[in-house]
């Protein structure tokens, strides 16, 4: 059977840098074909020197990528998307400015070729806060944050050091479980937005990390409650943005762990690829020893209530 | 008879001197000898109606009995006296004992009202269909079901699906209805039923099945689950709907015209006396605009069609041009040019946007369907264009909203006759109307709300004191904005004399009066469905009156709208309607 299609929801304002996220991903794809969903096309939705071929309803990205409008009908063009050959190998959905990214993400989640998709919201860290205050926009801005897996905080390059620092603190009061992240002109590694590939283990060192992330990979022991240590990688204090990996209980049956901020999924699968855990997160922020004692506790006594 | 015998004298007079003075003399045996086929000529040329009365909505010649037609144009109403002033004609008296009004105008409906006939009606409510079959209204769900049997039994492919639309659970004591009592139709086939409200759709197991739905683990808000585990088959919101919908017959596609949605659609208008009606979000979809260029061509096609290009799908600036492309394409029965814009969602399904103190149960408050940015960057662009823009607007937030950015929109782009009208506009206070007018932007309000829905507002959505202003008519004209009012067919029947029924009366389905004080007199109402909807979309130099000049439109009624006492409004009966001078009577649909 094939496997479900990952997919992302790209959410925020208008402004928030959504599409300067999205062309940024898809520069650094890393050999993925990615489909972009956007809901119109607007000014330029893709960076022009990446377009190779464009027509109503298409635009053709370098690389095998593809950018389509689902203008209103989010659902069908999911399906035609599945449906196309090659299939794409993760789908990316940028929502309207006033679309809540959760309800879009449930949505997905309903098709049946779909996964869970990861809700990733961007904040303007130079109007965030005076947007949630807004008398038309406060409560949808607030929505948007509350259903965000990962919060990307942009044009951190606009104000000072101490402001980037209030407004994440900000965010992460407002979403406590949300990871959040501040990044200028979208740069991240594109596997912060996408998850880490499937193939692993990924090299970090072809990740693109740019400076500022890091993606750490960990030998996993065995453990009495696989559940129990994907929650426990939700700690925020560990600075994990992402996470994914195989992970075998006393068992011996095997796990795939995916987390996104503090959303972790656990799923029994077969095979029999190493037991090892992907971690993503910023470099100053990855605690990386705490993350290798986690995994190389011999019973990983379940710290219940992280989740 | 010797007045009548003068008349046909000067007729003749008259006639003969239009036609033969430029004539020489010398061609005058051949004119003759052609004269019974020109004289034949004029005299289908020009068609003088005789009526019991004519409510023209003419200020200068309010009433008549007479009027005369020529060219798919009136070509003068009065007496006999006034109108055979003109010369020969045919007199036709069929309409002697009816009267007529304007056509009317529906400044709010959908064609999918015509498209849901080939469907299953399930609604609580008696509604007439496009070949006049009176449908009883169903008062329990053992009667739903009884009907989707039916209509089941009725069909050859077993596994074909059934859709039923129109269920109204408020009626039936808010019964919640799951895929247990669908199965009952079919567990061989899909079967799905569409609420009235349009926002939630109810399905059996095979639909869910086909959907790849019924199992256990479904995580989302709008797919309830019931103790097994399994969705009950109650789906909420568009975003719960779609994935299923397509299995049973409600494809997101049911929002474009098709082509026999539209023909039941003009036959439901000939039935209503409308003879221009908007099809308020259309995607015009190239072939849908083929589509409906070729069947508003055909000879016996009975109304004028003006649907309005939605907005989403295409930046404002791709929406422009293309909505300015399609203007261009407009022909006497379609017509092309406008946007259609939705702010918000509806109060009903508290999606709407409110102010404080939002809804009266406490919901959270509804979502916005644009970006405020975006609302004010199409209006800007479009009254820039000359392009008219339509926004739905429910919520006082949103109708707030639409004030502010279009004030600002208009300051940039100033156009001194842009009549962008304010669409449903149902909690809009008086100093919003206020507002309303000072910008220039006309109100086309939900009238038959009231009616169907009243008694949920007052007690459940937005409570007593804003249940009584909604779709606030009086405050409107004493604010000095120009009204229409609307059924938002198919939410509600078409049907613009029961709009005026509910404009005039505000009485709820519980019989109650809300919202005395909001009331408008039946001239009013009957301005509101004539002049005032063709002013929303700037016709009303061309329809909306029966004067000199205007197409001979006309609404065919049974008895005097202004004679009857208001409470018997809806009731009248319509014989079929006049359209461009050609005649439709309901009976020969």
Same mark, same amino acid.
């Given at each position: ?89 993760? *789908? ?148 994990? *943005? ?23 999924? &656990? ?23 705490? &993350? ?16 | ?84 002033? /003109? ?77 039923? /639309? ?57 797919? !309830? ?142 979502? /916005? ?83 169907? /829905? ?111 006492? !208001? ?23």
């Amino acid at each position: 059977m094939t496997p479900p299609l990952p997919a992302t929801v790209i959410g925020g304002y208008l402004g928030a840098g959504k599409t300067t996220l999205v062309n940024h991903v898809l520069r650094h794809a890393n050999g993925l074909r990615l489909a972009v969903l956007v809901n119109e096309f607007g000014a330029l939705p893709i960076d022009e020197d990446l377009i190779e071929a464009e027509s109503d309803k298409l635009i053709s990205i370098a690389g095998g990528c593809i950018c389509c409008s689902f203008g209103s009908d989010l659902t069908a063009a999911l399906i035609d998307l599945c449906a196309m050959t090659p299939r794409p190998d993760h *789908v990316l959905i940028e929502s309207s400015g006033v679309a809540m990214p959760g309800a879009i993400a449930a949505s997905v989640g309903l098709i049946e070729a779909y996964a869970p998709p990861s809700v990733v919201v961007l904040a303007d860290t130079e109007t965030v806060q005076t947007q949630a205050q807004d008398e038309f926009l406060g409560d949808t801005t607030l929505r948007q944050l509350h259903d965000a897996h990962l919060i990307i905080q942009s044009k951190t390059d606009l104000v000072a050091e101490p402001q980037v620092q209030a407004v994440a603190a900000w965010l992460a009061d407002t979403n406590p479980r949300a990871a959040v992240v501040a990044a200028a002109h979208g740069r991240v590694p594109a596997s912060v937005v996408l998850g880490p590939g499937n193939e692993l283990p990924v090299n970090p060192h072809t990740a693109h990390a740019d400076a500022l992330f890091a993606s750490e990979v960990f030998a996993v022991e065995p453990v009495t409650d696989p559940s129990a240590l994907a929650r426990s990688l939700a700690d925020a204090e560990l600075g994990v *943005v992402r996470a994914k990996g195989f992970v075998r209980d006393r068992s011996g049956q095997r796990f795939l762990i995916q987390n996104v901020g503090a959303r972790t999924s &656990l799923k029994a699968v077969a095979g029999e690829a190493p037991s090892q855990m992907v971690c993503i997160g910023r470099r100053d922020q990855l605690d990386t020893d705490a &993350l290798a004692r986690l995994f190389s506790a011999k019973c990983s006594a379940p710290a219940d209530g992280v989740a | 008879m010797p007045v009548l015998h003068l008349q046909r004298l000067r007729k003749r007079l008259v006639s003969s001197t239009a036609m033969q003075v430029a004539l020489p003399i010398a061609r005058q045996c051949c004119f003759n000898r052609g004269l019974s086929h020109v004289a034949q000529n004029a005299m289908t040329n020009t068609t003088v109606y005789v009526a019991k009365k004519i409510l023209t909505m003419n200020p200068s010649r309010p009433e008549a009995t007479h009027v005369a037609v020529r060219d798919g144009r009136v070509l003068a109403a009065g007496d006999f006296s006034e109108v055979s002033a /003109w010369g020969d004609h045919t007199l036709d008296s069929r309409f002697a004992d009816k009267v007529l009004m304007p056509g009317f105008v529906e400044g709010h409906a959908h064609t999918m009202e015509g498209s849901l006939w080939a469907k299953v009606y399930c609604g609580w409510f008696d509604r007439g269909d496009p070949d006049g079959r009176v449908w009883p209204g169903l008062k329990s769900i053992d009667a739903v079901v009884a009907r989707l049997s039916e209509a089941a039994d009725a069909l050859d492919n077993p596994t074909a699906p059934v859709s039923g /639309w129109q269920l109204d659970p408020i009626y039936l004591d808010n019964v919640r209805v799951n895929r247990a009592d669908l199965d009952r139709v079919s567990t061989e086939r899909p079967v799905g039923v569409l609420h009235a409200s349009g926002h939630i759709l109810n399905v059996n197991s095979k639909a869910l099945e086909l959907a790849g739905l019924l199992k256990p683990g479904v995580e989302h808000p709008g797919i !309830p689950l019931g103790d097994d585990g399994l969705p009950t088959g109650e789906l909420k919101g568009p975003d719960a709907m779609t994935p299923v919908g397509p299995h049973v017959g409600f494809a997101r596609s049911l929002l474009d015209a098709d082509e026999d949605g539209v023909r039941n659609f003009a036959k439901l208008c000939v039935r209503t006396g409308t003879t221009t009606i908007t099809d308020l979000a259309s995607r015009m979809e190239p072939d849908t605009v083929e589509m409906m260029l070729r069947v508003t061509a055909e000879d016996d096609f009975p109304i004028c069609l003006v649907p309005l290009r939605f907005f989403m799908g295409l930046s404002p600036e791709d929406l422009i041009k293309e909505v300015a492309s399609l203007k261009s394409r407009s022909t006497e029965r379609l017509r092309m040019g406008r946007i259609k814009v939705v702010a918000d969602g509806s109060i009903q399904g508290f999606s709407a946007r409110l102010r404080w103190p939002g809804y009266h149960n406490g919901a959270e408050n509804g979502l /916005w369907y644009i970006a405020p940015d975006q609302l004010g960057e199409i209006l800007q662009r479009a009254l820039a264009a000359g392009l008219q823009v339509h926004t739905h607007t429910n919520g006082d937030q949103a109708t707030q909203l639409l004030l502010e950015k279009f004030a600002s929109a208009l300051q940039t782009a100033p156009h001194p006759d842009h009549r962008f009208t304010i669409q449903h506009c149902q909690l809009a206070d008086a100093a919003q109307f206020r507002q309303a007018a000072k910008l220039g932007m006309c109100v086309n309000l939900f009238a038959n709300h009231h009616f169907y /829905w009243g008694d949920e507002h007052y007690a459940l959505t937005v409570g007593p004191d804003r249940a009584l202003r909604m779709n606030a008519c009086r405050t409107a004209l004493d604010s000095g904005v120009p009204l229409a009012i609307h059924s938002d067919a198919p939410v509600t029947p078409l049907g613009p004399l029961f709009t005026a029924w509910a404009a005039v009366n505000r009485i709820t389905s519980s019989g109650r009066v809300q919202g005395e004080g909001e009331r408008i007199s039946v001239t009013e109402a009957l301005h509101a469905i004539t002049l005032g909807a063709a002013y929303t979309l700037h016709m009303d130099g061309e329809v909306g009156s029966i004067e000199v000049g205007k197409r001979a439109d006309f609404a065919v009624l049974e008895s005097d709208p202004t004679a009857c006492s !208001p409470g018997e409004l809806k009731d009248i009966g319509v014989w079929g309607t006049v359209q461009g001078g050609r005649v439709f009577a309901a009976a020969d649909l």
